[in-house]
């Protein structure tokens, strides 16, 4: 075709750019193929010369060896489940006043409505105030300590609050050594973790404290050999779990596992009955299981000196945090976003509380809203569809370090979940993770009140680069 011939022909123009340029050409007649692409770093300046900096050859040949340092112990991560405990004598650094909380470190005062409901409720619950009001004023004295569950080797649910007397799942990671710890589950809707705290949800929880941790503390006491998780894990995705939200695969598996040792416990019958209908009472029982064993895998890839994956994702429905395996310890915050998602009858987005809760830890290791192409049918819960749902699964390979071969999706041919979220890569295409969760009402006292789609503020992967590109030279 000579230069004359493309005036005559059919063009196709490529927009780049804003949307409101392809509606101008529209208007002339013609139409524009649509990118959905972002500059480098959003088109900050600063985070581009970030960027740039950590693009040199030879900082990224570091990185790169760093990173799939990080990636290998992800991978070779073994969590068992290896019993029971209460907080009080499992969790390092708890004490009768302190309460743990999901997210990065925030004070009573700034607390979002579900987590000061959840914090007051567990005041109640261990005798430390005669009512609400009396655990209000307690939470606002300075007299209570308040701590992220990730800076005591845990995580927690929603709201994530976790006290003395609460009975917490013990993981270890037998290739690497860590032991993590997460509390039970209270079930769904009307609980603690999202805020509720009347007496039904104390009556639940002195249940649980009474029966419920003894009756599995005592089961696992009779299973000297613990309970491989990555395979329990890896056969629930192949049975329809994403192990965020849908767990219907998950707690089945873990119940049978748990049943007979159940029954060989000197409880009684009635104790026994008690517990298999509380599990049977709602699929979530697994929830929980899968979060500790993220989190046991997870922190074996910390602190690897010039790594750029990320370790940590955790919220507290005011501030997004979240920590990076070369930076340690260090909290890189941004706003807890709203989550997008079909709401219980009565309720709108206006009743919504912001992004909340340790559980992004499953994204963080590679399941959840990253392993939602084995979920199809979790559409249904946080909106969305099928194909969506596909499409999440493989649009996280863009943003991480790699495959986990250990736990697999069926659905796009056995691929392994994308592990390894790259913050280089974050910025880069301008892919945010995604994250499936649960939704609390904003007030506290109420509960769940519907489910959905969210991804972290981008501001906080920013902060994350600056610090690194400081960090990391040739």
């Known amino acids: 075709m000579s ?15 804003l949307d409101m340029f392809a509606a101008d050409l529209k208007t002339q007649g013609v139409e524009p193929v649509l990118m959905d692409w972002t500059p480098p770093g959003g088109g900050d300046p600063e985070v581009i010369a970030a960027l740039s900096r950590l693009e040199d050859p030879a900082v990224a040949e570091k990185i790169d060896a760093a990173n799939q340092v990080a990636l290998e112990r ?15 004598d499992a969790v390092p650094g708890m004490t009768k006043t302190t309460i743990l909380h999901s997210g990065p470190p925030i004070g009573f005062p700034r607390m979002s409505g579900p ?22 004023e307690l939470a606002s004295s300075g007299e209570i300590t308040f701590s992220p569950c990730h800076e005591h080797q845990s995580v927690g649910s ?16 037998r290739t690497y050594g860590n032991t993590a710890y997460t509390n039970l589950s209270e079930q769904l809707s009307k609980i603690l973790r999202f805020g509720a705290n009347d007496q039904s949800v104390i009556d639940r929880l002195n249940w649980m404290r009474d029966v419920f941790g003894p009756v599995l503390a005592g089961a696992m006491e009779l299973n000297t050999d613990g309970l491989d998780l990555r395979l329990m894990l890896s056969q629930a995705l192949h049975m329809g779990d994403e192990a965020h939200n849908r767990n219907v695969a998950g707690t089945t598996l873990l119940i049978q596992a748990l049943a007979p040792y159940i029954l060989e416990t000197d ?63 260090q909290w890189f915050t941004g706003p807890a976003q709203e989550v997008i998602g079909p709401m219980f009858a009565g309720y709108t987005r206006d009743d919504s509380g912001l992004d909340m809760g340790d559980s992004a830890i499953t994204e963080t290791f590679g399941i959840g809203g ?18 969506e749902a596909m499409g999440y699964s493989r649009t996280m390979n863009d943003i991480t370090t790699g495959n986990n071969p250990n736990i697999t999706i069926p659905a796009l041919d056995f691929m392994g979940v994308p592990s390894g979220i790259d913050v280089r890569k974050v910025m880069e295409t301008g892919i945010l993770p995604i994250i499936n969760t649960a939704i609390a009402h904003k007030e506290p006292g109420i509960g769940m009140i519907g489910a959905g789609i969210t991804h972290p503020p981008v501001e906080a992967f920013q902060k994350a680069l600056l610090s690194l590109s400081e960090r990391i030279s040739a």
């Open 3 to 17: 230069v004359n011939d493309l005036f005559s022909a059919s063009l196709k123009p490529i927009n780049l750019g």
């Open 74 to 88: 992800i991978l070779g991560s073994q969590p068992f489940l290896e019993g029971f405990g209460q907080a009080i």
């Open 115 to 136: 987590m000061k409901g959840a914090v007051t409720g567990a005041l109640v619950f261990e005798g430390l105030a005669k009512d609400l009001d009396e655990a209000f």
């Open 158 to 173: 929603m709201a994530g609050v976790t006290s003395a007397s609460m009975w917490v799942h013990k993981v270890t990671n």
């Open 267 to 329: 409880f009684t019958t009635k104790e026994k009955r008690e517990v298999f209908d509380f599990v049977a009472s709602s699929d979530y029982f697994s929830g929980p299981t899968w979060m500790v064993a993220a989190k046991a895998s997870m922190d074996a890839a910390n602190g690897i000196e010039n790594s750029t994956v990320v370790t940590t994702m955790a919220r507290n429905g005011v501030d997004f945090g979240i920590r990076v395996s070369g930076t340690g310890g």
């Open 370 to 387: 990253f392993a939602m192409a084995a979920a199809p049918a979790i559409v249904a819960l946080v909106g969305g569809t099928v194909e």
